[in-house]
């Protein structure tokens, strides 16, 4: 039962390179999201997915980009890292209507990236 | 969209003691409200909801949260902490219509020993 699953859980880029953060879930939830964590800030939205190949944006899409090829994956990719972009990434899902469940979220453990 | 406002970034209280955190939003369309929480180095995990019905909700860890539609609130209570309930602790409101979750900033709950 593995819900939410982040890889890596760490990384450390240089200014200008590129990654891309794998998020999984064996839950059949419809929705998946991307938040970015920062002290002082909680949580802000990145980008989510309402289904299998959709994708919107959230709070602060800029610098990132996402694919929803499978309904289980969300991909969150930065093409060209910032120092602006370290930041604790966590990848949630939820299921199509959030009343009818206990857990409305469901989150993943995080990847903790630093741009130098 | 959505603005949830948690008034204290940190509560430091001694264990045994109770504990209130606050939590206010601005909506002017019916909502979800949850709290969460999160321990050190890990995702976050929901402690209690509120979606409908009785204002006074009980949640997993001996935490309570009462819905004030009036005052927009929906604060986080807890009789008597102890050490394990330290960590943070995040508001955050969803709209009926809507697929978004919006969180606050979080709260850090230290217990003293």
């Known amino acids: 039962n593995a819900g939410v699953t982040q890889t890596p859980k760490f990384r450390v880029l240089k200014t200008g390179q590129s990654m891309t953060l794998l998020c999984a879930q064996d839950m059949n939830h419809e929705y998946m999201y991307w938040y970015r964590q920062d002290p002082g800030m909680g949580l802000r939205l990145i980008h989510y997915s309402v289904g299998e190949g959709t994708t919107a944006k959230g709070e602060v899409p800029d610098g990132y980009n996402v694919s929803r090829l499978k309904k289980q994956n969300f991909l969150l990719g930065l093409e060209s890292a910032a120092p602006s972009q370290t930041s604790v990434y966590f990848c949630?899902?939820?299921?199509?209507?959030?009343?009818?469940?206990?857990?409305?979220?469901?989150f993943g453990n995080g990847t903790r990236l630093t741009v130098t | 969209a959505q603005s949830v406002t948690q008034l204290d970034s940190q509560v430091p209280v001694f264990e045994e003691a109770p504990v209130e955190l606050r939590c206010n939003y601005s909506s002017s369309v019916s909502v979800y409200l949850f709290w969460y929480v999160q321990y050190p180095n890990q995702g976050l995990q929901l402690l209690l909801k509120y979606l409908s019905g009785s204002t006074l909700v009980k949640g997993i860890n001996g935490f309570e949260a009462e819905f004030n539609k009036s005052q927009t609130s929906f604060h986080l209570r807890k009789p008597s902490v102890h050490i394990s309930d330290t960590a943070e602790y995040f508001c955050a409101v969803s709209e009926y219509t809507g697929n978004q979750f919006y969180f606050g900033t979080g709260t850090s709950l230290t217990v003293i020993p």
């Open positions: 949630a899902s939820s299921p199509l209507d959030s009343s009818s469940y206990n857990s409305p979220l469901h």
